[in-house]
Nanobody, 120 residues
């Protein structure tokens, strides 16, 4: 089994910064991609940023230039540096990992979610 544990959420004023972390553990053979999704109240879950094993990244248009995703492959950890936060960034942020297990099964794994609240 694979577990994803997130940390770093919280309350911040508009214009401030937060850094989210997500560590994957368990029966991991490799991680093909890691990323962050978010879900605001009454809205669908949306992709925020993704980073693949080679280091290529992709961002939602709404966060480009403000958020930076990075990854430590040795620690199976992904980070999301969020700067210039806006009220509309308020959401529950979920870590995601596309994992191949030691049994060579491949499936998506999700963290439990961490709340990010941006206040005016």
């Amino acid at each position: 089994q694979v577990q994803l544990v997130e940390s770093g959420g919280g309350l911040v004023q508009a214009g401030g910064s937060l850094r989210l972390s997500c560590a994957a553990s368990g029966s991991i053979f490799s991680i093909n991609a890691m990323g962050w999704y978010r879900q605001a109240p009454g809205k669908q879950r949306e992709s925020v940023a993704v980073i693949i094993s080679g280091g290529s990244t992709n961002y939602a248009d709404s966060v480009k230039g403000r958020f930076t995703i990075s990854r430590d492959n040795a620690k199976n950890t992904v980070y999301l540096q969020m700067n210039s936060l806006k009220l509309e960034d308020t959401a529950v942020y979920y870590c995601y990992a596309d994992v191949t297990t030691t049994a060579r099964a491949r499936f998506p794994s999700w963290g439990q979610g961490t709340q990010v609240t941006v206040s005016s």
